[in-house]
């Protein structure tokens, strides 16, 4: 399987601050990037797509100008939460996925980013 | 429109056989993928389903039937460590992204 790494694993912040979140993709090119949000016993919530050297493609509801995605390379995808606030508090995952993958049966994951703000 | 239902929480003992049903309704379909997800964790595959029918992976098979929008996880021989959240998902629009189920809870009691 892939090997996805994300950093940090946890970060706490205060209100108003910026979080900046990377992604690597550690042993195959992420010609594409899945960035998810989780709240607390609720399902992963697709927030944004990203195909490499183009602009991410947002979900309905996420504000674009607050979580700035870069997907710049084709080994690192970041996610940046512009002045943070405690309903941003979550579980960010970054899933990758290489070229020729589309249609593969199985999603690789980063091992997740748990954001508090206080 | 896309959703898909899962129970929201299963609770069986250890060596018991549980399973976890899923009906889909989705734009586009290209199979039927289940994870587990341990607290704190993220999600892991488990298995998937592209035609009807039954896959078998050890303790853990999935079953799919496209004409019912349906399928199942069946856990066998459970162990506590099987406790954990478990998502089905599908891909959707023409394969561009995952979709997931909200989840279903499972407790294993000793």
């Known amino acids: 399987g892939a090997v996805v790494s994300q950093h940090p694993s946890w970060v706490i912040c205060k209100s108003g601050t910026s979080v900046k979140i990377e992604c690597r993709s550690l042993?195959?090119?992420?010609?594409?990037m899945f960035w998810y949000r989780q709240f607390p016993k609720q399902s992963l919530m697709l927030m944004a797509t990203?195909?490499?050297?183009?602009?991410?493609?947002?979900e309905q509801g996420v504000e674009k100008d607050k979580f700035l995605i870069n997907h710049a390379s084709l080994t690192l995808s970041t996610l940046t939460v512009t002045s943070a606030h405690p309903e941003d508090s979550s579980f960010y995952i970054c899933?990758?996925?290489?070229?020729?993958?589309?249609?593969?049966?199985?999603?690789?994951f980063g091992p997740g980013t748990r954001l508090t703000v206080l | 429109g896309q959703s898909l239902e899962q129970p929201s929480e299963v609770t069986a003992v250890e060596g018991a056989i549980v399973q976890i049903n899923c009906t889909y309704q989705t734009s586009g379909f290209y199979g039927l993928s289940w994870y587990q997800q341990h607290d704190g964790g993220a999600p892991t595959f488990l298995s998937y389903n592209g035609l009807d029918g039954l896959e078998e992976t050890g303790r853990f098979s999935s079953f799919l039937s496209r004409s019912d929008s349906y399928g199942y996880l069946l856990l066998q021989e459970l162990q506590m460590k099987d406790s954990a959240s478990y998502f089905c998902a599908v891909r959707d629009n023409y394969g561009q992204n995952f979709v997931f189920g909200p989840g279903t809870r499972l407790s294993v009691l000793p």
């Open positions: 899933s990758p996925e290489g070229a020729g993958d589309r249609l593969g049966n199985e999603q690789f």
């Open positions: 042993d195959f090119q992420a010609t594409t």
């Open positions: 990203s195909n490499e050297g183009s602009k991410a493609t947002y």
